[in-house]
């Protein structure tokens, strides 16, 4: 396993995915509205002539919106043969966080606790280490 | 030899061949005089067994070989065609049917072939446990080929000649080949023998080696195997202008291709002392049968593709049709009028590739309307009907992934117009009706999509009947059912949980009503109607498009939004104003040449945000079944081609969503799926 990680900001918490699930990070571009998908759900976009659903992270996790600024990235993630995107607010580095930073925790309270696998420490910086099989865990209730 | 590699292919084939002989059993069935039938039956088991064997599956090998031990008694005529052996044959038939699909499925099905046989076959044992073997009388005496003889002179390799020989109307001579004591070169006089020979045919084997007859390593005979379609004295001619060679024996082997690799291979000889060249017996030679004459006409020089290569070239034409309507787009906003004559150019090839991919694609329907006539046979003896199947437009053409869809919406109408649709044979007398019912599936072109109609001529559908069924089953309510139209009643049938057999019988009625063949039909962008005549019968047309992947639809702007819907779905389009909007009990609806359309603002119904309230609106009047429903936009754009890309894993089964379109200018736009958009 990798301790190599992407840490991004929402709000003005401090997250991480594992390097190894992302494909790619883009700018923002035109997302176009999937009317009746669930409200987590921001749209599609298209990726090099593949249609991705994009996940907003504030609705997600349950945060205050948050406009859209020239930070705004895209997190194309791959799972499980699965392509996906989720916004976040600023990409901040790819850092190294070896497995004895990272305290599997479940004390934090809050929407997006159920989302965490742990907090990750480095130096001053606590970065919240998000279960991406939990956060990416879509479907479409009919 | 690692033979997985093989399988799939072993399976097609082997389904093709399951395929022609049920066809052609069904055909001895309606016809047992027909012989020839026997021959193609026996092929076909002969190939399957063939096959089977070098793939090692040791049952289906045994089972196709006690097929053909019958058979073959069947075209000795030592045993008759009885409405029993039929039975049995479409039975093992079956049954090798499911062993393909285990192997299909990872295992195989051990069974005891002998026994199956002696269950399938019982009725004349003794007869099919005979040792087979030929018996061929010559003109000297009596040679007798043992079945394991002629096998073990040749191998794999030169039978296989032999059948092709076969095939092509040629005939196999073993021609023994004696030198003269005397003669001082006896390799120079083979040479001119084989030299000789090959003016005539193929030379496939001799005995012994080419080598070995070069070398002089032979006493006073050679043999020669040849392959020709010259007759015996043309060889005999060839010979004979060589000095000092005689020929010792010309003996036409008949390998039937049917018995080639099997047990048994009959062989037809003449046996000719030196000096008695012209005393053969040509008459008694078989002659190419016409079938194989056939056969040799039909064959075509095809490929075989797996399909996700197809697919994947599908949608690489897909992406290459996008990138041209960007082009286009940037054309027309930078006009640059320099770019007009390419992008007209690449419009042009594009198309064609398009069109060459989608018929690439296509596939007869015939695939599928081959397994109705061995079903509806099945299912008349079943429910003591009889039945007069029509098939018509075998060779139209769909889209692979329609026609994978399309065969299980087929058999379940087949089925409900066979079990509620056709009289019993006594019932039709009563009703002074031809008491051989009608069952007519045709299929057929119509511009951009296929019909398809399964038409029959029995009772046709009970309006009371469904009725009564529909407020039993809370489909509608009594008052309802009072003021439906008839057209209304009769759709009442495609709805969920809706079944009007009396009796639950094994074929139908079994809660799979319907509504499940117009869901299909509809998820493949399809429609279905239903027409039906008191006594007289009842007709289904479905209507499906040529191809799912790319599809013509007519672009609408609701606000900021963009949306395509597929043009297949549409009537007409017009414009309204927001005043002629009428609201009848909550419904908005809109009189259009004194037709009550009812409208549905796809506005509201995707909740599109955004607030402009424009003055005119449009109505795109589009299909559902057989309802108009006028749909409403604030905008039409135009007409465009798109390409269908799914919504993925995570967004799939949206109603009202088909998938997306990526459009010019590189935005994505949704595609409105009718059937599911209300």
């Not at chain 1, 997006?112 to 420490?121: P, R």
């Not at chain 2, 593709?305 to 940037?330: C, F």
């Not at chain 2, 009703?431 to 296929?450: I, S």
Request: aromatic share 4%; hydrophobic share 40%.
């Amino acid at each position: 396993m990798s301790d190599q990680y992407v840490a991004f900001k929402l709000d003005s918490n401090e997250y991480a995915v594992e390097i190894l699930a992302v494909q790619e990070i883009i700018r923002w571009s035109n997302i176009t509205r999937v009317p009746r998908a669930p409200e987590y759900i921001k749209g599609v976009i298209n990726l090099r002539g593949a249609i991705i659903p994009i996940v907003d992270s504030h609705l997600r996790f349950e945060l205050a919106g948050q406009e859209v600024t020239d930070d705004t990235r895209i997190i194309v993630f791959r799972y499980d043969d699965t392509i996906i995107g989720l916004t976040v607010d600023l990409v901040t580095e790819v850092l190294s966080l070896p497995q004895q930073s990272i305290e599997k925790h479940q004390s934090i309270h809050g929407a997006e606790n159920q989302f965490i696998s742990g907090i990750g420490k480095l130096e001053e910086r606590l970065l919240i280490i998000l279960d991406l099989a939990k956060v990416l865990e879509l479907g479409v209730q009919h | 030899m690692n033979m997985e590699q093989y399988q799939d292919l072993f399976i097609e084939e082997s389904e093709e061949h399951l395929q022609a002989l049920n066809q052609n059993l069904l055909a001895l069935e309606s016809d047992p005089d027909r012989l020839e039938l026997l021959d193609s039956i026996f092929r076909a088991a002969h190939t399957l067994k063939g096959m089977s064997a070098t793939m090692g599956y040791d049952a289906i090998a045994k089972l196709t070989h006690e097929m053909e031990n019958l058979l073959d008694q069947l075209r000795e005529r030592e045993v008759f065609l009885s409405k029993e052996i039929i039975n049995s044959l479409f039975k093992a038939a079956d049954l090798l049917e499911n062993m393909l699909l285990a192997i299909r499925g990872g295992q195989e099905i051990p069974i005891d072939a002998a026994e199956v046989a002696a269950t399938l076959f019982r009725f004349d044992q003794t007869a099919i446990y005979e040792p087979a073997g030929g018996v061929v009388l010559s003109g000297e005496g009596v040679q007798i080929y043992q079945g394991g003889d002629i096998l073990q002179e040749f191998n794999e390799y030169e039978l296989n000649l032999f059948r092709r020989a076969a095939e092509e109307g040629a005939a196999v001579w073993k021609t023994v080949v004696r030198v003269e004591d005397s003669c001082v070169m006896k390799a120079v006089r083979a040479f001119m023998v084989f030299k000789n020979l090959e003016t005539l045919g193929e030379i496939i084997k001799s005995v012994p080696s080419v080598q070995d007859i070069e070398d002089e390593k032979f006493q006073s005979e050679f043999t020669v195997y040849l392959v020709t379609a010259k007759s015996d004295e043309d060889i005999r001619a060839k010979m004979s202008v060589i000095s000092e060679i005689s020929l010792a024996e010309l003996t036409r082997i008949i390998l039937d291709e049917d018995n080639s690799a099997g047990t048994q291979a009959l062989a037809e000889t003449t046996e000719n002392t030196a000096g008695d060249k012209q005393a053969a017996s040509p008459d008694v030679r078989k002659q190419p049968s016409p079938a194989s004459q056939e056969k040799k006409q039909k064959i075509h020089q095809t490929v075989r593709v797996d399909i996700n290569r197809l697919d994947k070239l599908m949608s690489l034409v897909g992406e290459l049709v996008i990138n041209k309507t960007r082009l286009e787009q940037i054309n027309v906003d930078n006009k640059l009028n320099s770019l007009n004559e390419t992008i007209e150019q690449i419009n042009r090839i594009t198309d064609d590739l398009q069109t060459v991919v989608q018929n690439v694609r296509m596939v007869a329907i015939e695939q599928v309307f081959n397994r109705f006539p061995r079903m509806v046979r099945d299912l008349a003896n079943e429910l003591g009907k009889e039945v007069n199947l029509l098939l018509e437009g075998k060779e139209t053409e769909l889209d692979r992934t329609v026609i994978d869809e399309i065969s299980d919406p087929l058999v379940h109408l087949i089925r409900n117009s066979l079990d509620h649709g056709l009289e019993l044979p006594e019932e039709r007398l009563a009703l002074k009706k031809n008491p051989v019912g009608l069952l007519k599936l045709q299929a057929k072109q119509e511009g951009n999509r296929v019909v398809i109609i399964v038409e029959d001529d029995g009772r046709g559908i009970d309006f009371e009947a469904i009725k009564k069924k529909a407020i039993e089953n809370n489909v509608i309510s009594q008052h309802e059912a009072d003021t439906l139209e008839e057209q209304q009643i009769l759709n009442l049938i495609f709805e969920p949980g809706f079944s009007t057999a009396e009796k639950v019988t094994d074929l139908s009625g079994r809660g799979v009503g319907l509504d499940v063949v117009k869901s299909k039909i509809l998820s493949l962008n399809g429609q279905v109607y239903v027409e039906t005549r008191k006594g007289q019968g009842t007709k289904f047309i479905i209507k499906l498009p040529l191809t799912l992947a790319i599809i013509q639809a007519l672009m609408v702007k609701v606000q900021q939004e963009l949306y395509a819907i597929p043009l297949a779905n549409i009537d007409e389009t017009t414009s309204l104003e927001l005043s002629q909007v009428k609201d009848v009990q909550g419904q908005q609806v809109v009189v259009l040449r004194g037709k009550v359309l009812p409208l549905y603002f796809l506005r509201s119904i995707l909740a599109v945000p955004g607030n402009r309230t424009p003055e005119e609106l449009y109505v795109v009047v589009v299909r559902k079944g057989d309802t108009q429903i006028g749909v409403v936009v604030d905008e039409l754009v135009g007409q465009q081609e798109t390409v269908i890309n799914s919504l993925g894993k995570t967004l799939s089964g949206i109603p009202g969503i088909a998938g997306a379109t990526i459009l010019g200018d590189g935005s994505v736009s949704l595609i409105i799926d009718i059937g599911t958009l209300f």
